[in-house]
């Protein structure tokens, strides 16, 4: 009967410590599921993001050259390339604004807008060396079309520091949330183990002192007592 009740409290021991390790383990599975879930969908977005900013990057880099050489040579040629270079920037802005996360998305707004206003001002520009190079209304519209690069220039590095750093910020936070996550399954396992030791520690010392107690009748019987 007492090696059964010693079978008892082990398998209750046992029992006690999967249960915990499962219950635990579970909860930070789904936890960690979720985790990866999100991390998965960043990545997958993160290298088409960082794509299309290198690809507006240089379609703006292209459009402001071209400007700068118009404002040179007046050769109507550079302001269609740079109108055409903004066209992709903008077609670019337009697939990433669909893309990035929710408080990323004003910023892709503002350059897109920045660069309608951009082509806008350059075009009045060249329309405007057209008639009279020299005019004190092209002069004007030259210096507005600079101010305009200048303007959109600010905005689409705003635009790209930003989401870079949403970017990264969220790797090292599902990072962060992974590792609390791997040590919460490890406190889960300590602590199964823990209780099934301590269970088996206190139900052991409670079923060995009516042991001691009957070993102890037993050696007064035997000695005649």
Same mark, same amino acid.
């Given at each position: 009967?007492? !090696? ?29 599921? +979720? ?10 977005? /993160?290298?088409?993001?960082? &794509? ?10 292209? =459009? ?8 040179? #040579? +007046? /050769? $109507? &040629? @550079? ?9 992709? =920037?903008?077609? +670019? ?6 893309? !990035?996360?929710? &408080?990323?998305?004003? #910023? !892709? ?9 951009? /082509?806008? =001002?350059? $075009? ?6 057209? !008639? ?9 519209? &030259?210096?507005? =079309? ?9 905005? %689409? ?21 992974? /590792? ?6 490890? %406190?889960?396992? @300590? ?13 052991? +010392? ?20």
């Amino acid at each position: 009967m007492k !090696v059964l009740s010693f079978r008892i409290v082990r398998n209750l021991s046992l029992l006690i410590m999967v249960t915990i390790i499962i219950v635990i383990g579970a909860t930070s599975f789904f936890s960690s599921r +979720k985790i990866i879930q999100n991390m998965s969908l960043i990545l997958r977005k /993160k290298q088409p993001m960082l &794509e299309s900013l290198e690809h507006i990057r240089q379609y703006f880099s292209e =459009a402001r050259n071209n400007v700068t050489l118009f404002s040179y #040579e +007046k /050769k $109507s &040629e @550079f302001i269609n390339s740079a109108v055409s270079s903004m066209d992709l =920037a903008i077609e +670019k802005s337009i697939a990433l604004s669909k893309i !990035v996360a929710e &408080e990323d998305r004003d #910023e !892709v707004e503002n350059f897109i807008l920045a660069s309608k206003r951009f /082509k806008m =001002a350059v $075009s009045i520009y060249a329309n405007e060396v057209k !008639v009279d190079p020299t005019s004190a209304s092209a002069l004007d519209m &030259e210096q507005f =079309a600079l101010v305009t690069v200048k303007e959109t220039s600010s905005i %689409l590095g705003l635009m790209i520091n930003d989401i870079r750093g949403h970017i990264r910020g969220f790797e090292i936070n599902a990072f962060i949330m992974a /590792k609390k996550s791997q040590n919460f399954v490890l %406190l889960g396992v @300590f602590m199964g183990i823990t209780l099934g030791l301590l269970t088996i520690f206190l139900m052991g +010392k409670a079923l060995m002192i009516p042991i001691n107690r009957l070993v102890e009748a037993t050696q007064h019987i035997a000695q005649g007592n």
